[in-house]
């Protein structure tokens, strides 16, 4: 990546010193080239004129020798000179797992804040957080497992494509039977079913309701 940044940077570098333009529009021209390329920015020494529009470059070599250095390094920093690095090591490994949580809580499964008042509705909303998290984790290694080209969050958007929907049917004698079903899959969706050794439920059988008697269901004419 930073090779790429580099060759990229020198390329726009070059065309920007041959470019006519005024002192005030040349900076905002270096600063979209600094946002784009970084990486490699930190690694250039410019210097512009103080009269005009033009500048030098180079590659700041002692720079470039220390970042190849540290290449396949991980810094941690804390305050905790006396604990032992292992297990600082684990502490941050820990943490990173609880900002994930987080993110997906978020993001994937787009959890919101709820502001309940009473303590049962709060631990209510703290359990089903915390079992749709474990359903997606679960998700997640059943994928990694047996469709290791998808993520969890890939997954999710062709179920969500799946609807279900009340089919309302009159009948002769004025009452109604309503059909429960779901629409058909995607061939992709029947793919991935097949790979996780998955199957979408049974159709659920017809219900009978009667219009005179405000939507009520009929009991005794419930099909089987």
């Not at 690694?43 to 020798?65: C, E, G, P, V, Y």
Request: hydrophobic share 40%.
């Amino acid at each position: 990546m930073r090779r790429r940044q580099m060759k990229w940077l020198w390329k726009r570098l070059r065309q920007l010193t041959a470019m006519e333009v005024s002192r005030e529009e040349m900076p905002m021209k270096l600063g979209a080239a600094r946002a784009k390329a970084p990486a490699a920015w930190r690694l250039a020494d410019i210097q512009m004129d103080k009269d005009s529009a033009s500048f030098t470059f180079s590659l700041n070599r002692k720079k470039l020798r220390k970042v190849r250095r540290r290449e396949g390094r991980y810094l941690l920093r804390t305050n905790l000179a006396e604990e032992d690095p292992a297990r600082l090591w684990q502490y941050y490994t820990q943490l990173t797992a609880v900002e994930e949580a987080f993110k997906n809580l978020k993001d994937d499964l787009a959890l919101r804040p709820i502001f309940h008042k009473e303590e049962h509705r709060i631990e209510a909303h703290i359990f089903v957080s915390f079992l749709a998290y474990c359903l997606y984790i679960t998700l997640r290694r059943r994928l990694h497992a047996l469709a290791p080209g998808l993520t969890a969050r890939s997954a999710l958007e062709k179920f969500a494509a799946v609807q279900t929907i009340d089919v309302h049917l009159p009948t002769t004698d004025g009452r109604e039977l309503i059909l429960t079903r779901y629409t058909q899959p995607e061939p992709e969706l029947l793919l991935l079913l097949k790979r996780m050794k998955l199957t979408l439920p049974p159709p659920q059988p017809p219900k009978i309701f009667s219009t005179a008697a405000k939507q009520t269901p009929c009991s005794e004419d419930l099909l089987a």
